[in-house]
């Protein structure tokens, strides 16, 4: 069917369109941990989600080490590159497991 016809009617006809709600709710159920006052001396987690890791973490990477030069970083491709709001409790376990003090989460686009 051509775009056009869809939207032309009798002049006397009714047009309804249903619309949906294209946004999205999720009820926050953990605290994001206390800010550190200082990242000398801790560990860094990458957490890469979507695209364009390597882009955007080594930038990141170079910013922190030249604030922050006696933190260690763990980069993101030590790391399961999955959804984290769909897999917080893996994501969590795994970011504790690496043994780090924080964690930059998300990316690129």
């Known amino acids: 069917m ?3 016809n ?3 009617t009798n002049e006397h006809e009714l047009l309804t369109l249903e ?3 294209p946004t999205a709710s999720i009820e926050i159920t953990l605290c994001a ?3 550190l006052k ?4 801790k560990i860094i987690g990458e957490k890469a989600v979507g695209y364009r890791a390597e882009e955007t973490f080594p930038a990141l990477r170079n910013l922190i080490k030249t604030q922050f030069p006696h933190s260690e970083i763990k980069r ?3 790391f ?17 497991q690496a043994g780090c003090n924080a964690v930059v989460i998300g990316n690129g686009g």
């Open 2 to 4: 051509d775009i056009k």
């Open 6 to 8: 869809i939207f032309e």
């Open 19 to 21: 619309v949906f709600n």
């Open 33 to 35: 941990a206390p800010r």
């Open 38 to 41: 200082d990242l000398n001396g």
């Open 76 to 78: 993101y491709d030590n």
């Open 80 to 96: 399961y590159t999955g959804k984290v709001l769909n897999e917080i409790p893996q994501c969590v376990e795994e970011i504790k």
